[in-house]
């Protein structure tokens, strides 16, 4: 079993920045890629970001792509979530995602989810 929390979360102006984290409870953090995905307001959640197991390999959704960097710490079972050059358009709710592998492209099972953070962007 693991437990996601997000953190991080707020308002600010576009063009600013967020570091969004994940504390992951559980011993199996360090064998699970580990995702991002958002939701806006009346559309359906879409992946962002995701890194496997050891963070050698990182993908990404081409509207984050250069902007939003994903990270972890198997050590301190986190992973983070560092958005710059933020849009009003990425006004969502985040959600930590744990994926059942060591590497994940964005599409498949996921495992267990967060509750989100909710990210806010004004123009």
């Known amino acids: 079993q693991v437990q996601l929390v997000e953190s991080g979360g707020g308002l600010v102006q576009a063009g600013g920045s967020l570091r969004l984290s994940c504390a992951a409870s559980g011993r199996t953090f360090g064998n699970k890629a580990m995702a991002w995905f958002r939701q806006a307001p009346g559309k359906e959640r879409e992946f962002a970001a995701a890194?496997?197991?050891?963070?050698?390999?990182?993908v990404y959704a081409d509207f984050v792509k250069g902007r939003f960097t994903i990270s972890r710490e198997n050590a301190k079972n986190t992973v983070y979530l560092q958005m710059d050059s933020l849009k009003p358009e990425d006004t969502a709710v985040y959600y930590c995602?744990?994926?059942?592998?060591?590497?994940?492209?964005?599409?498949?099972?996921?495992?267990?989810w967060g509750k989100g953070t909710l990210v806010t962007v004004s123009s």
């Open positions: 995602a744990a994926a059942p592998s060591p590497y994940y492209n964005g599409r498949g099972t996921i495992d267990y």
């Open positions: 890194i496997s197991r050891s963070g050698d390999s990182t």
